[in-house]
């Protein structure tokens, strides 16, 4: 009976921390998911959820009901700080961009790359850098929320994409789509009981679930035979965020609240909890597997 509450109390922290990737740019879902030992039962569930059905279930539910939690603490607090310190909150988001690179430079490097894939990395650094600075921000109207229902639809199918490669950030992605923010503002006009932007929220969700489903047998194999160019799209996309966000932040106006010092201390916070969120995998796989004995 121990052993079965810790499982479920272990996978419920699981879910926290992936929903906690899901809201915060630069926190790859992948990446912590990997760190805590579900990354592979994620993309076999996901692949085919129907198939063993009932133990896929029981391996959901408490990642489930640890996400939800996430999600609304982080709706809450987060969407607050978005918009009444955008500058100070962009400079914690920087440091848990940077702290995912340790990571994924391992990863990379156990694949034994060559410099065809270095020049790659640089490749999608660089248009992923060109995306998020040259694609002008829109400002956001009295609703918060400006942009068409095709760009959520796609920005959906984005998420859902990189909600399984380890290293790129669902937030960030929706960041350089301009959306996040619009989100944010939806997510919590749902939480508040008004429903103006349920249809918006339901076709982003759709998309979402869409994408997850369609690249998850394809990353297993991508992944498999083809690390090396995998992991340096991976570290591309990295780096090419990590500068876009960076540069946006910096020509941000500062605004009353701003400090310098203060924005040092959470880039500084924000990469100690990038690296604690990849070092988690020695400490609690480990301990999942003395209870699975």
Do not use: W
Request: glycine share 12%; with cysteine.
């Amino acid at each position: 009976m121990r052993k079965i509450l810790f499982r479920f109390l272990y996978r419920v922290f699981c879910g926290f921390f992936l929903g906690l990737s899901v809201f915060a740019p630069g926190l790859s879902g992948s990446v912590v998911a990997i760190g805590m030992g579900v990354y592979q039962d994620l993309l076999r569930v996901i692949a085919n959820p129907f198939r063993d059905f009932r133990k896929n279930a029981v391996f959901c539910a408490p990642l489930l009901v640890g996400a939800a939690v996430a999600a609304v603490l982080f709706a809450l607090s987060f969407g607050y700080l978005f918009e009444a310190h955008e500058k100070l909150t962009s400079f914690l988001f920087i440091g848990l961009i940077a702290g995912n690179l340790p990571a994924v430079f391992g990863e990379m490097g156990a694949s034994k790359p060559a410099k065809r894939h270095l020049l790659t990395a640089a490749a999608v650094g660089l248009a992923v850098a060109a995306f998020g600075l040259l694609v002008p921000a829109q400002p956001v109207g009295e609703t918060g929320v400006f942009s068409p229902a095709p760009l959520f639809a796609l920005g959906g199918f984005a998420g859902g994409v990189s909600a399984l490669v380890p290293g790129m950030s669902v937030s960030l992605v929706l960041m350089l789509m301009k959306l996040y923010g619009q989100l944010l503002h939806i997510a919590n006009e749902i939480m508040r009981m008004r429903f103006t932007y349920l249809p918006l929220f339901a076709l982003f969700t759709l998309c979402a679930v869409v994408g997850l489903m369609a690249v998850s047998a394809l990353l297993r194999l991508v992944f498999a035979k083809c690390p090396a160019y995998a992991y340096a799209v991976v570290l591309g996309f990295i780096v090419g965020s990590l500068a876009t966000v960076t540069i946006q932040a910096l020509n941000m106006p500062g605004g009353g609240g701003f400090s310098p010092l203060a924005a040092a201390a959470l880039c500084a916070g924000g990469f100690a909890a990038g690296l604690l969120f990849t070092g988690l995998k020695r400490v609690m796989t480990g301990k999942e597997t003395e209870a699975g004995k």
